[in-house]
């Protein structure tokens, strides 16, 4: 009898056992990844939270929540495995490895500092550049959710510096100016629609005034004014195609109905309102959504975006 030969399946079986029970170890290595920039943008808004806790918890709630729906699409991305995020998936948040003010993700979460000497203008500022300076490097399927944040940060410092100011302070500029050399076929069409845009609003304020009542006339002059300066600048840049649109005798913004008393006019305005948002929130999302590459010039992405914060 040959012993050897008969040994060899036996020892076949026995090697086979330990890859048979390492399998889940396998498959939690060769397992989804964490998508890095989320997680990076996630941990950080968690740490901007814990430290805004104590000087600033409106906005700390804001960081909380944006740091929870950066989480959820990390999961989102992954997938899940008997309703479970696979384990390669698996992400520590902010508070179970690092204290407010720590370094997370290369950076010092918070900016300026932890708890009680946490600067919110600082941390809110350095937030938002950090988004903005992220938003290439992210999928484009996660970008419209990283833009709503950059969006959402840029009014925040808006709001904050606005508070700071004090009564005597000099009225700010209604808009960020638009510093862009030459439109791309793509982002000159998004500009004239804009600029039809901008025309809608301009006449559906003007008519409204004349049935508004006196404490909405200068609520009503000062979006004028700062719909007069978005249509200033989107001629501007159109100007260099050769062909600047023109606004139309009237219009319907936005498909509301023009108003004809007090009441009307009152939620015509809040109406108008809404539907602004939306559209340079929507327009800002789309740019962002198509721009890909670190090498991506995003000067035109961050004006809408900015323009969103102020709308």
């Known amino acids: 009898m040959n012993r050897r030969k008969l040994a060899a399946p036996a020892v076949a079986v026995i090697a086979l056992a330990p890859a048979a029970t390492a399998c889940q ?3 939690d290595y060769f397992g989804p990844r964490p998508d890095a920039t989320l997680v990076e943008l996630a941990q950080s808004a968690e740490a901007d939270a814990q430290a805004l806790s104590a000087t600033d918890p409106g906005h700390a709630d804001l960081r909380q929540g944006q740091a929870d729906a950066l989480y959820a699409e990390v ?3 992954c997938g899940t495995q008997d309703g479970q995020v696979p384990a390669s998936c698996e992400v520590a948040h902010s508070a179970e490895d690092s204290s407010a003010g720590e370094t997370v993700g290369g950076q010092t979460a918070a900016g300026e500092g932890a708890g009680d000497s946490a600067d919110p203008a600082a941390v809110l500022t350095r937030a938002r550049d950090e988004v903005l300076g992220q938003l290439t490097s992210v999928t484009a399927e996660s970008r ?12 925040a410092v808006n709001d904050l510096a606005a508070e700071s100011g004090g009564p005597d302070a000099p009225e700010p500029e209604p808009t960020p100016e638009l510093a862009v050399d030459a439109l791309d ?3 000159t069409d998004t500009a004239r629609e804009l600029l ?5 609003q301009s006449f559906g304020l003007d008519f409204a005034r004349a049935f508004a009542e006196p404490w909405l006339e200068p609520i009503i002059d000062a979006r004028l004014d700062n719909h007069a300066h978005l249509t200033a600048q989107l ?8 062909e600047v649109p023109q606004p139309a005798a009237g219009y319907e913004p936005a498909g509301l109905e023009l108003p004809t008393d007090a009441a ?3 939620q015509f305005v809040r109406s108008l309102r809404e539907s602004n948002a939306e559209t340079w929130r929507a327009a800002a999302t789309d740019e962002a959504a198509r721009l890909s590459g670190q090498s991506a010039s995003t000067e035109w992405r961050d004006w809408l975006i900015a323009v969103a914060a102020h709308s």
Request: glycine share 8%; net charge negative; proline share 8%.
């Open 25 to 27: 170890p396998v498959v």
């Open 75 to 77: 999961a989102r991305l």
């Open 144 to 155: 419209p959710l990283v833009t709503g944040q950059a969006i959402d940060l840029s009014a």
């Open 185 to 187: 076929p793509e982002q």
């Open 196 to 200: 039809d845009w901008e025309y809608q």
């Open 235 to 242: 001629q501007q840049a159109l100007a260099a195609t050769g």
């Open 264 to 266: 009307s006019a009152g």
